[in-house]
């Protein structure tokens, strides 16, 4: 407790060993700043975080703990002017996301915030953060679509937005999968889409490898009559984006 009574003979004095006495009257300039910010801004601080609950105060420790690196501050930097605003921020939430999950912390209330804050596609967008996509598969989708003369970044923007949101109906095809498992992911994905309803499977591939492989893939449902296939192929032959319907 705080008395400002000024019936004191010094600045400073306590009373009945429970109360502080401040005179203020008493106090030069530099004893006056030094009590505003060493005991009166500090009580009005620890008041404001006595409304904080233990989940809000766990989860700003969490990201102080876990803010991006240098690493990551280059990724930031990279796609800064190459995805949307929005975009951008759940990235940079969920880089912080990633480095909890990585130091085997408790990410299941940051990655909500991210899920609420950006319902479209906050949660999948998080999810691909966390296993690297932004690392490295949207980084060479940008650079391949770059090597088109007719680039639009909105175009790259557009994609990635497409394939962020349509995450749980997608497979995408690499070379550090062997084709016995990407054909045995997409033949498992459709039974399971058809199965709740979900009528379409992307498959995406990025590199003329991905590229051939995914069309060995379309080739295995050619003669199937319930499947209808889009298929999307860039001018060098580089990336590709097909689309299942059934």
């Known amino acids: 407790m705080f008395d400002f009574s000024k019936n004191t003979n010094y600045v400073l004095e306590v009373k009945d060993n429970q109360k502080l006495s401040l005179d203020l009257s008493k106090a030069t300039p530099e004893e006056k700043k030094l ?33 991006p690196d240098k690493d990551d501050e280059e990724l930031i930097k990279f796609y800064k002017d190459k995805l949307p605003l929005d975009m951008q921020n759940a990235l940079e939430a969920s880089l912080v996301v990633r480095r909890v999950f990585n130091n085997e912390g408790d990410i299941s209330d940051l990655k909500r915030d991210i899920a609420q804050k950006y319902p ?14 932004f690392h490295g598969h949207f980084k060479d989708l940008y650079q391949s679509m770059l090597n088109d003369e007719r680039f639009d970044i909105s175009e790259y923007q557009k994609k990635v937005k497409k394939i962020v949101v349509s995450l749980p109906y997608t497979v995408f095809v690499t070379k550090y999968k062997k084709f016995v498992e990407i054909a045995g992911e997409v033949q498992y994905k459709i039974q399971r889409l058809k199965k709740y309803g979900t009528a379409r499977l992307l498959l995406h591939g990025i590199g003329k490898t991905n590229v051939d492989t995914t069309f060995k893939i379309i080739e295995m449902y050619k003669d199937d009559k319930n499947i209808h296939i889009d298929v999307e192929v860039n001018n060098q032959g580089s990336i590709i984006t097909a689309t299942f319907k059934f």
Do not use: H, P, W
Not at 44 to 55: G, K, M, P
Not at 60 to 66: G, L, R
Not at 120 to 133: D, K, Q, S, W
């Open 120 to 133: 479209e596609f906050g949660n999948n967008l998080c999810n691909m953060t966390t296993e690297g996509y």
């Open 35 to 67: 009590i505003k910010e060493k005991i009166i801004d500090v009580a009005i601080q620890d008041e404001n975080q006595a409304f904080l609950s233990d989940n809000s105060a766990r989860k700003t420790q969490q990201i102080k703990s876990n803010l």
